[in-house]
Structures are given as structure tokens and as C-alpha cells.
């Protein structure tokens, strides 16, 4: 099936620091979404793209769908302790529509 | 606006009973539907999703089962419990667009099996 690498596994930054992150597939993908999710709770979608190239915020927060159609990426800007949590890349392939791939996660730690 | 629900929140079982979790849909219709596990600081693994009224795709062979009764209610169930079914179950529901989908998950329901 799929696979979704994201990366990095964890994160451990000072507030004010800027994060990246990214998430590439072994095939090509016509949809990736970025979620967030803090302990115990489900989770909720940061951003949506769907064309090879298209760049989109939310806040201080923008992601990016690689031109290849195999990576995105996530980029958190000016980070504060509210941003810590896990971050979720997912994605929709060609063949099957009805199924997302998710990669393992990013865990964000914010020192304050 | 589209919500998503899920019950119980929080559920202590012994090994060997029965489970019935549930899952509902309210402001859209005939969505996708999915259920989700995920271990302790793991990622998300695919249970089960369905297309339609009737209609389940299982993505890992298990002791657990899903049904969907009703355009926008979904039901993950088991026999028999194990104790490795313990793990935090999302619902997800999406629109089923080809070109700009998106997902949305419930809260969870956080199963322990004792």
C-alpha cells in the first residue's frame, strides 16, 4: 500500500523558533492535509491542498504541496507553547478515492 | 455546519466482552465514513470505511466489525474483546469528492481493555 514518511519523528524547540516539517509518499498524491492534535482529543484539520504547487496559511501556520505531487510540507512560524502537540500529514492518491494515508506524526514540544 | 460524535468518551471492558461503539454524522449527507485506531503516541491505522448504507471495506483482519445501519451512523463492534483492542478509536467522516476532499475527525473514544 501507501507509504507516507513525515518527519521529523519530534520536534523539541524554543518559543519563538520556527518549525518545519514534511511528508513525502512513495506514489502521487491529488490531496494533502495537515492536522494537529493535542492529547486525548481527535484531529483537527490546519490546511487543505489540493493542486502541485499551491502554497496556503492558515494564521502562522502554511503549508505547501510539493510539485512532484509526492511531498508537502508544514512550516510553523514564530511558535508558541500552544503549539505543541502531534502533527499529522495525510494524503489522497490517484486509484483509490476513498482512502487517506496518514504519516506517523510529528510530536512538537514548545519551551517557553 | 457539519458535526461529528462519538460515544462513549471513555471505556473500561474486560477481556472477552462484548463492544459496541458509535458514531454519528449530523449536517451532511451520504458521507464517507471511517474508523480509526491509534496506540498509545502512535499514528492512525485504518479499521474500516464505508461508502454508503450497507457498505464496509475492512483494511485489517480482526476481532472487530463494522456496520453502518443508517446513511450517517457508524458502529464498530466486537464479540470478544482482547486486551490489545485497547487504543483510542476515531470516527472520520469525508465528502466524497474526487478532486477536494477532506476529513474530518470526531473527539475519540478512549477504550481500555482490562
Known amino acids: 500500500g501507501q507509504q507516507l514518511n513525515q518527519s521529523p519523528q519530534s520536534m523539541f524547540i524554543q518559543e519563538g523558533e520556527d518549525v518545519s516539517m514534511n511528508c513525502t509518499s512513495s506514489s502521487i498524491f491529488n490531496t494533502w492535509l495537515w492536522y494537529k492534535q493535542e492529547p486525548g482529543e481527535g484531529p483537527v484539520l490546519l490546511i487543505a491542498?489540493?493542486?502541485?504547487?499551491e502554497l496556503t496559511s492558515n494564521g502562522r501556520l502554511t503549508a505547501q504541496f510539493g510539485i512532484t505531487r509526492k511531498d508537502s510540507f508544514l512550516n510553523i512560524s514564530a511558535s508558541i507553547p500552544s503549539d505543541v502537540g502531534i502533527y499529522f500529514c495525510?494524503?489522497?492518491?490517484?486509484?483509490?478515492?476513498?482512502?487517506?494515508?496518514f504519516g506517523s506524526g510529528t510530536k512538537l514540544n514548545v519551551k517557553p | 455546519s457539519q458535526t461529528i460524535h462519538q460515544w462513549p468518551a471513555t471505556l473500561v471492558q474486560p477481556v472477552g466482552s462484548p463492544l459496541s461503539l458509535e458514531c454519528t454524522v449530523e449536517g451532511t449527507s451520504n458521507p464517507n465514513l471511517y474508523w480509526y485506531r491509534q496506540a498509545a503516541g502512535r499514528g492512525l491505522q485504518l479499521l474500516f470505511y464505508?461508502?454508503?448504507?450497507?457498505?464496509i471495506s475492512s483494511e485489517v483482519p480482526q476481532n472487530l466489525s463494522a456496520s453502518r445501519p443508517q446513511d450517517r451512523q457508524f458502529i464498530l463492534s466486537s464479540k470478544k474483546l482482547l486486551l490489545s483492542d485497547s487504543g483510542f478509536y476515531l470516527c472520520?467522516?469525508?465528502?466524497?469528492?474526487?478532486?477536494?476532499?477532506?476529513?474530518?475527525f470526531g473527539p475519540g473514544t478512549r477504550l481500555t481493555v482490562l
Open positions: 464505508s461508502v454508503g448504507i450497507g457498505q
Open positions: 472520520a467522516w469525508s465528502r466524497d469528492r474526487v478532486l477536494t476532499d477532506t476529513q474530518y
Open positions: 495525510a494524503g489522497k492518491g490517484e486509484y483509490n478515492f476513498n482512502k487517506f494515508y
Open positions: 491542498l489540493y493542486k502541485a504547487g
